[in-house]
T-cell receptor, first 117, second 117 residues
Framework: GENVEQHPSTLSVQEGDSAVIKCTYS??????FPWYKQELGKGPQLIIDIRSNVGEKKDQRIAVTLNKTAKHFSLHITETQPEDSAVYFCAAIPASNSGGGADGLTFGKGTHLIIQP | ETGVTQTPRHLVMGMTNKKSLKCEQH?????MYWYKQSAKKPLELMFVYNFKEQTENNSVPSRFSPECPNSSHLFLHLHTLQPEDSALYLCASSQDSNRDYFSYEQYFGPGTRLTVT
C-alpha cells in the first residue's frame, strides 16, 4: 500500500520568513496530493492540492510543487503570519483497482509549524 | 448548518458501554469516510462509503461498526472498546471521485474526542 513520509515534524520560523514542508510517497500510481491545515480543536482543513498532471500550483502565499519522478511534493508558505501556526498534513490517494469510486487518503504524520513573532 | 458536522464533540465511555458517533454533511456529497487520529500517529482511514455502500474497511476491529443510512449521514457504533481506542474520530465527505474529473477533495468535520476509561 501507499506510504507517506513527512518532514520535518516541527518547524519554527520567524514571522515574515518562508516555510517549506516536504513529503515523499511510495506508490508511483498515486495521482492526487492534498495539504491540510489543522488548528487546535478543529478538523483538518484543505488548503491546497495538486494533481499528478501538473508540477506546481499556487494560491496567494501558498504553493505546492510535485516531482513525480522523485515521488515527492512540497508545501511552500511565503511571508508567514502568526495565523499560519498550526499542524500541516500532506496526503496522497493511492491507486485503486476498483475502477472508480471514493478513495481514502493516506496521510503523513504532520508538521507542527510555529511562527515566531 | 454548513459543511460537515459531528456529534458529540466529546465522549467519555467505559469499556462495557455502547455509544454511537454521528456525522452529517451538508455539501451534497455522496462519499463519506471515518478516520482515526491518535497522538503521534498519522490519520488512519477506517471506513469508506460511496453512495451508501461500504467500499473499504481498513482492517478495523469489529468493535467499531459503521452505518450509512443515506448519503448525508454516517454513524460509527462503538461497543466493548479498549483504552487504546481513545482518539479523535474524524468524519469526511467528498463528491464521488470520478476519475475523469478528479473530484477527490475531502472535507472534514471537527471530530469527536473519544476517551475510553
Amino acid at each position: 500500500g501507499e506510504n507517506v513520509e513527512q518532514h520535518p515534524s516541527t518547524l519554527s520560523v520567524q514571522e515574515g520568513d518562508s516555510a517549506v514542508i516536504k513529503c515523499t510517497y511510495s506508490d508511483s500510481a498515486s495521482n492526487y496530493f492534498p495539504w491540510y491545515k489543522q488548528e487546535l480543536g478543529k478538523g483538518p482543513q484543505l488548503i491546497i492540492d495538486i494533481r499528478s498532471n501538473v508540477g506546481e500550483k499556487k494560491d496567494q502565499r501558498i504553493a505546492v510543487t510535485l516531482n513525480k519522478t522523485a515521488k515527492h511534493f512540497s508545501l511552500h508558505i511565503t511571508e508567514t503570519q502568526p495565523e499560519d501556526s498550526a499542524v500541516y498534513f500532506c496526503a496522497a490517494i493511492p491507486a485503486s483497482n476498483s475502477g472508480g469510486g471514493a478513495d481514502g487518503l493516506t496521510f503523513g504524520k504532520g508538521t507542527h509549524l510555529i511562527i515566531q513573532p | 448548518e454548513t459543511g460537515v458536522t459531528q456529534t458529540p464533540r466529546h465522549l467519555v465511555m467505559g469499556m462495557t458501554n455502547k455509544k454511537s458517533l454521528k456525522c452529517e454533511q451538508h455539501l451534497g456529497h455522496n462519499a463519506m469516510y471515518w478516520y482515526k487520529q491518535s497522538a503521534k500517529k498519522p490519520l488512519e482511514l477506517m471506513f469508506v462509503y460511496n453512495f451508501k455502500e461500504q467500499t473499504e474497511n481498513n482492517s478495523v476491529p469489529s468493535r467499531f461498526s459503521p452505518e450509512c443510512p443515506n448519503s448525508s449521514h454516517l454513524f460509527l457504533h462503538l461497543h466493548t472498546l479498549q483504552p487504546e481506542d481513545s482518539a479523535l474520530y474524524l468524519c469526511a465527505s467528498s463528491q464521488d471521485s470520478n476519475r475523469d474529473y478528479f473530484s477527490y477533495e475531502q472535507y472534514f468535520g471537527p471530530g469527536t474526542r473519544l476517551t475510553v476509561t
